[in-house]
Each structure stands twice: as structure tokens, then as C-alpha cells.
């Protein structure tokens, strides 16, 4: 019995060093999660920077295509504002 409680006592700490550790580090493994989640919904990818200025190239584009078609005086400036642009 007594060969037991020192085998038990001995084998107590590498048993229950596990679930310590995932108590100790849990809180910081989610913080760490929270911030790489906080940095990826600021920083851009370039495909992601190529692709807004694409869709400010064509906001432009249709602007002044409108803008020439609201200037046009006949069906032949209309036809030339499509071509354009």
C-alpha cells in the first residue's frame, strides 16, 4: 500500500502537468487568435489593393461617360461618348 502512494505521488505532477499548462496558456493562445483576426481586417493583400483601384478606375470611367453623354447634342456625340468610354 505504501509502494502505491509513493508511486501515485511521484507520477501526480507528470500526469497533471498537461492540464496545467492548457489552463495557463488557453488565455493566451485567444488573445493571440483575437490579434492576428484584428491585423488580417486591416491589412490589404495586393489582389485586394488591385481590385479597388480597378473599381475606382471604372467608377471614373462611368462618371465621365455620363457626364458626356449629358453634354452630347445629338444621337452622333451620344454614339461617340460610348465609344470612349
Known amino acids: 500500500m505504501r509502494a502505491f ?3 501515485s505521488l511521484s ?3 507528470l500526469i497533471l502537468s498537461g492540464c496545467v499548462t492548457k489552463v495557463i496558456t488557453a488565455p493566451f ?3 493571440g487568435t483575437v490579434v492576428e483576426t484584428a491585423v488580417d481586417a486591416t491589412t490589404q493583400s495586393q489582389s485586394e ?3 479597388d483601384l480597378g473599381r475606382k478606375v471604372l467608377a471614373d470611367r462611368k462618371k465621365q461617360r455620363d457626364l458626356c453623354l449629358d ?3 445629338n444621337k452622333q456625340e451620344r454614339r461617340n461618348c460610348k465609344d470612349a468610354y
Open 11 to 13: 507520477l501526480a505532477p
Open 29 to 31: 493562445r485567444a488573445a
Open 49 to 51: 489593393k488591385e481590385e
Open 5 to 7: 502512494s509513493i508511486l
Open 71 to 73: 453634354e452630347a447634342q
